[in-house]
């Protein structure tokens, strides 16, 4: 099993979320895993180098499909690395023979119809380490008695938590950042990224001097009902079953059971207070029910729309790294498949040193961050005409 370290990462990602720094490119290739066919070589343990991986998990992707129709589920195991995720293919219609019957003709029943199984296989993990030394004997002449020394040591296992929350939160939205990326690279049809300024100066026949910008779309209430509309109508499109909406070109539905949406505050307060504060019937202009992020990547140092609805990585591709910058993200829709965190282990260890009277707690977080590009996943922007 392929494990990296991503401690350095961690911290500037800590410095961008903080608003400490300015968005700076980040390479998500070491950090998601979209799967492969087949195990290699390398999918050995990290102790002799000879154990096989075990799968630890499978996913049977296995839906009744009824006709119609950020939160990501985290979830552990304790035996076995590899989540395995099984899918089959549609087969395809043959010549029902009942209704051609000839006379002396033969009809042969024993023909074997294979079906088109394919297997993914997410066999990897990001890890870092929060280390933190303890002492109490050279700090007690710094308080009065045991209960401000304990509320001292209460302060510093506190910070420690607030630094696991805010690395293991801003590690969910890579794997979210990572699927943005993949989908509006892969797009060349704006069927998965959907650029909805563009759509709606189309449809609206505007150009020239009239032409909606994006620095204004936000705050003008004709757009914010159009992309209502728009959200509305994917998240109904994606409950019937379409090979349209995923990377892999795979036929796939997503019920709205199993729909997630994530949207940017900028867009869903706008959309609030623009449309649903003044008027009457607001279910009729309301959004589709949602999460909010108050940006994809990091605030920036000023919390403009150009950095919190930016994104600027590095994705993994077949021959080797891309560069990837994505500007005017609004919201993302997706099937829970399509993305999420496996294998989740949190722990602490710790070491008493004798000689010097302390000891140190390293915090420890493993996990597998995974996208599957063959399940259903929309990202909606706002982007000026080249």
Do not use: C, H
Request: charged content about 25%; hydrophobic content about 40%; aromatic content about 12%.
């Amino acid at each position: 099993m392929e494990v990296k370290q991503i401690y350095s990462l961690m911290n500037d990602v800590t410095s961008e979320v903080l608003g400490k720094t300015d968005l700076v490119k980040e390479d998500l290739s070491n950090v998601v895993d979209v799967g492969k066919e087949l195990f290699s070589a390398s999918d050995v343990d990290n102790y002799v180098k000879a154990l096989v991986n075990r799968v630890g998990k499978t996913i049977f992707v296995n839906r009744k499909y009824a006709g119609k129709i950020p939160s990501v589920v985290m979830d552990s195991w304790e035996f076995g690395s590899v989540l395995q995720k099984i899918s089959a293919d549609l087969p395809d219609a043959t010549e029902n023979e009942s209704w051609e019957l000839e006379n002396g003709a033969s009809y042969d029943p024993n023909i074997f119809y294979k079906p088109s199984v394919s297997a993914k296989f997410y066999n990897s993990k990001v890890t870092f380490e929060v280390p933190l030394s303890f002492t109490e004997k050279q700090v007690k002449e710094s308080f009065n008695n045991a209960s401000e020394l304990n509320a001292f040591l209460s302060m510093l296992y506190n910070a420690v938590e607030k630094s696991m929350t805010v690395k293991t939160d801003a590690l969910v939205m890579r794997t979210i950042n990572n699927m943005i990326a993949n989908t509006y690279d892969g797009d060349a049809n704006g069927v998965r990224a959907v650029n909805l300024l563009a759509e709606y100066n189309t449809v609206k026949g505007l150009s020239g001097a009239n032409v909606l910008t994006a620095n204004k779309a936000l705050t003008t209430p004709d757009f914010l009902r159009f992309a209502s509309l728009k959200l509305a109508l994917y998240a109904d499109r994606l409950g019937t079953i379409s090979a349209l909406f995923n990377a892999g070109g795979k036929e796939r539905f997503t019920s709205r059971e199993d729909l997630r949406i994530v949207l940017l505050s900028d867009f869903a307060q706008g959309a609030k207070t623009y449309l649903e504060s003044d008027t009457f019937n607001k279910e009729l202009v309301a959004l589709p029910k949602a999460e909010t992020v108050p940006y994809w990547q990091a605030s920036g140092t000023s919390y403009s729309f150009d950095k919190t609805g930016t994104i600027n990585v590095q994705i993994k591709t077949d021959n080797g790294k891309k560069d990837v910058t994505v500007s005017g993200i609004i919201g993302v829709m997706f099937d829970r498949d399509a993305l999420g965190v496996s294998n989740l282990d949190r722990r602490v260890t710790t070491n008493y040193n004798p000689k010097a009277e302390f000891f140190s707690n390293w915090y420890k977080f493993d996990a597998g961050y995974f996208n599957d590009l063959n399940e259903n996943f929309i990202v909606f922007y706002v982007a000026d005409a080249n």
